[in-house]
């Protein structure tokens, strides 16, 4: 059964919601424009994280990705549940710029516009390559990612490490909480419940992370208000 989503596109997946807004206005807000003056060099860091919350069999998956992405550090709200996931998916649906309400899915920049809405942020900006998302994760805290999400990603491996390979199975929203330089990898959260992957997490490559920033992927980082 395919499920119609709001840009004309379909998925065999209800949970692969994402859809590419693409708004060249968003260049203007790099991340490295939030980066404090000792940001000077990479560094590795990880952001603890609330609960692991599960959008079940519903396309919610960019509400799901910019909850996550409020009750984790360094600004937790733990007052954030999955209800709260499910209203940011509902109002970033009336903010971006499909029409119609009976089809699925949204864009990032919607849900980003939604949280703002909703004022737990002042701001949003973006990291459009790797150097920029790995200084982002490291100093300003967890990123929101819209990529497509490949077959190869479905089962994570015994580290939890998932490779972009196979056939799209749809677009994802989903948070990057923790950069390692050393081992080159980023710590993920995904929006499927503990029974998925690690306890709901997972792992990506910074070469896997490069091919899926340059095909249609998005990486929002939010400044928040305390």
Request: with cysteine.
């Amino acid at each position: 059964m395919n499920i119609h989503l709001r840009d004309g596109s379909t998925t065999k997946d209800a949970r692969f919601g994402r859809l590419y807004e693409a708004d060249p206005r968003t260049r203007s807000y790099p991340v490295r424009a939030l980066m404090p003056t000792k940001a000077t060099k990479p560094r590795s860091y990880t952001w603890s994280i609330g609960p692991i919350l599960d959008q079940g069999q519903t396309s919610s998956c960019v509400g799901h990705a910019v909850a996550h992405r409020l009750i984790a550090r360094p600004v937790v709200r733990p007052e954030i549940t999955g209800k709260d996931a499910l209203e940011f998916y509902a109002l970033a649906q009336t903010l971006d710029p499909w029409p119609g309400e009976d089809y699925e899915g949204t864009s990032v920049l919607a849900g980003a516009k939604a949280v703002k809405q909703k004022g737990y942020v002042s701001a949003y900006h973006w990291a459009e390559s790797l150097d920029d998302l790995i200084m982002g994760v490291g100093y300003l805290g967890p990123g929101v990612m819209g990529t497509w999400w490949w077959s190869g990603m479905m089962r994570p491996a015994v580290n939890g490490a998932v490779t972009p390979t196979g056939y799209r199975m749809g677009g994802h929203a989903w948070l990057i909480n923790g950069v390692n330089l050393r081992a080159k990898l980023f710590f993920c959260v995904n929006s499927w419940g503990t029974g998925w992957g690690k306890g709901g997490k997972f792992v990506v490559t910074f070469d896997d992370m490069g091919q899926l920033l340059a095909d249609a992927g998005e990486a929002c980082f939010f400044k928040e208000i305390k």
